[in-house]
């Protein structure tokens, strides 16, 4: 697999397939680990990169981030009844009313919230909504000595077949 970037510390994860590799990346970042720094590479990556049709991918990432906000809109309409029956109970007046007040508002920011996490969503990452049955491998490279050791944890405890620092 072509190592990417001129950066001097690197770790390299390899993945049975997209969706695997799609979990890391998310963990990673979530991790803190900068997306710029993480990389997809090997030959399903490059040929999702090199797929001129990518009407797929995008109706796939459009379905993913549609379940995100649909999921991010129901636990704030939840949150939203019950803190409204709480205070609905706190108060002397009807808790449906409180109830409805809570999700009507914590609804939309649940949706806006899940919805915004996703918007930041990098190239590499959308190439994983291709759909491949190769292996796939994660590269992270950084100048950073901390940054890839912090990575190298998170790949490992992602169920990567094989894990190398470079």
Request: net charge negative; charged share 20%; no cysteine.
């Amino acid at each position: 697999m072509a190592q990417t970037g001129s950066s001097g510390h690197g770790v390299l994860a390899v993945y049975p397939d997209m969706d695997a590799a799609r979990d890391a990346m998310t963990t990673l970042e979530s991790k803190g680990i900068d997306a710029v720094n993480i990389h997809l590479v090997g030959e399903a990556a490059e040929r999702a990169s090199a797929d001129p049709d990518v009407s797929r991918r995008d109706r796939r990432v459009v379905g993913f981030m549609t379940a995100r906000t649909i999921a991010g809109a129901a636990i704030g309409a939840i949150v939203g009844a019950l803190l409204g029956l709480l205070a609905g109970s706190l108060t002397n007046g009807p808790a449906w009313i409180y109830m409805l007040a809570g999700i009507v508002f914590l609804g939309p920011f649940g949706f806006a919230v899940a919805g915004y996490s996703t918007l930041d969503a990098d190239r590499e990452w959308e190439l994983t909504f291709e759909p491949d049955d190769g292996q796939v491998a994660i590269q992270v490279r950084t100048d950073d000595r901390s940054v890839v050791e912090r990575a190298s944890a998170a790949l490992r405890d992602s169920g990567a077949l094989d894990v190398k620092q470079l």
